[in-house]
């Protein structure tokens, strides 16, 4: 995720599942520069309306300045931690289930999609793969698999097809929100449809207290 500072000045009503701030598609019209209707990355637009979500499109929200940690992104928003959607690439190695044909740097690319408020279990990923070895993708390598550079990766509309495990904490709640593409937006979607669009399967990769 990558947004910070405050939400521009015009409020409206809100969406469902988040704090009384402005959406993005209200305010265009209060906003001479139009990039609140603009805010998505033009991929991710478009990757919206093949996916016929085109409506999503108006619900974006744009925030005047980059971040790239969840809790400032949370902050902005005016949502819970854990109703941020990371989505996160990682390099694992040595997995039967993945396409050794599409390799990238020192491994296959895989996304993770995590609530905010939890950190990845690199070792529970590696078991769910049948891997030998799962780490963190260099920037170069999220940007050639997903077309995005971190702190703006969303959930889908990349340029590469990857294997995507989201953890089953994003279930927690009705709304979450995730990077529309820039460091700069994010946009709403009830964690079930994110997770479909992504074409994920559902686990339990988050690390937890022991």
């Not at 390799?103 to 296959?108: I, K, N, S, W, Y």
Request: proline residues 5%.
């Amino acid at each position: 995720m990558g947004i910070r500072g405050r939400v521009a000045a015009t409020r409206t009503a809100s969406v469902p599942g988040m704090s009384a701030t402005e959406s993005a598609g209200s305010a265009a019209s209060a906003d001479p520069t139009g990039t609140a209707g603009s805010a998505a990355h033009p991929r991710f637009a478009e990757a919206l309306r093949a996916l016929g979500l085109s409506e999503v499109i108006g619900r974006i929200r744009r925030f005047p300045e980059q971040t790239r940690t969840a809790q400032e992104a949370a902050a902005a928003i005016g949502c819970e931690l854990s109703q941020i959607c990371k989505s996160l690439i990682f390099s694992a190695v040595g997995s039967p289930l993945l396409e050794r044909s599409r390799e990238l740097g020192d491994g296959v690319p895989v996304l993770v999609l995590m609530d905010g408020a939890s950190r990845v279990d690199v070792e529970l990923v590696r078991r769910e793969l049948g891997a030998e070895k799962v780490t963190r993708a260099r920037a170069d390598v999220v940007r050639e698999t997903t077309g995005y550079a971190i702190g703006g990766v969303p959930p889908f509309g990349h340029v590469t097809r990857t294997r995507v495990l989201a953890d089953r904490s994003l279930l927690a709640h009705d709304v979450v929100w995730a990077a529309a593409g820039t460091p700069y937006a994010v946009f709403p979607m009830d964690p079930k449809s994110l997770i479909a669009h992504a074409g994920g399967a559902v686990v339990d990769v988050r690390e937890t207290a022991e």
